[in-house]
């Protein structure tokens, strides 16, 4: 496919990606709300459908994850074939991590089945609490889109395939998460921050959707280690 196929097919596919992960972020959280573990496998149980449109949509944004991972790789592969390839691996293994449902299905089964009513409280309490701790942390996957990002936004900055004020943003925002997703990880940084860091990204990524859908890229600056 022309580059400029392919910019389109990552635009709309950016646009698919942010809309399938707000939307499933927004689900999520109201199916897990209240306070205490009981409270929010209680909620899970009543929001049952609402969990399971939640795994859909984030198959969805894993898989376009794989999309712009392709779609990424080959415009900006001429201009630095090396860091191209890291961004497309790092891309698509965040798309094939973020596929791990075993934990919030784990959450819907102690919510929902008949024989979870079998467990004793204190070991629903202790499954819910782990599977709450691990379903809230999405370090790996986040961390792999951040690095991956970094790599595309810079290719698109350096070869001057689109506004250099917008590539511009995307290397910022994108530092931003590489730097702050692991000290999250860590326990250091906690609080409203942790979705703060990510609205740079949405003012980027959205801007860019329409940019390629759009205009698609310009013919990248010549460069020595584009691949042959």
């Not at 400029?4 to 939307?23: E, K, P, Q, W």
């Not at 698509?92 to 784990?106: K, Q, V």
């Not at 089964?109 to 599977?131: E, H, I, R």
Request: aromatic share 8%; hydrophobic share 55%; charged share 10%.
């Amino acid at each position: 496919m022309t580059s400029s196929m392919n910019a389109r097919i990552a635009g709309v596919t950016f646009l698919v990606y942010i809309a399938a992960g707000l939307t499933s972020l927004r689900l999520w959280t109201g199916a897990t709300g209240g306070d205490g573990v009981a409270a929010k496998v209680a909620s899970i149980a009543e929001h049952a459908t609402d969990v399971r449109l939640t795994i859909l949509l984030t198959l969805v944004g894993n898989f376009s994850a794989l999309v712009l991972a392709v779609t990424l790789y080959s415009i900006t592969k001429e201009q630095d074939a090396d860091l191209a390839r890291m961004g497309l691996t790092c891309r698509i293994a965040e798309g094939i991590c973020g596929m791990d449902f075993s934990r919030t299905l784990g959450l819907l089964w102690l919510a929902t089945a008949t024989d979870a009513a079998a467990l004793d409280a204190g070991a629903t309490s202790a499954l819910g609490a782990y599977f709450l701790k691990m379903e809230g942390s999405f370090g790996a996957s986040a961390t792999l889109f951040a690095v991956g990002s970094t790599c595309f936004s810079w290719l698109l900055l350096r070869g001057r395939m689109v506004p250099a004020t917008l590539a511009w943003l995307g290397v910022i925002a994108s530092i931003l998460l590489v730097v702050c997703l692991p000290l999250q990880l860590a326990g250091l940084l906690r609080g409203p921050i942790t979705q703060y860091i990510w609205l740079p990204m949405l003012l980027f990524e959205v801007p860019l959707a329409l940019w390629l859908i759009i205009k698609g890229v310009a013919a990248p600056a010549t460069s020595t280690r584009a691949s042959t």
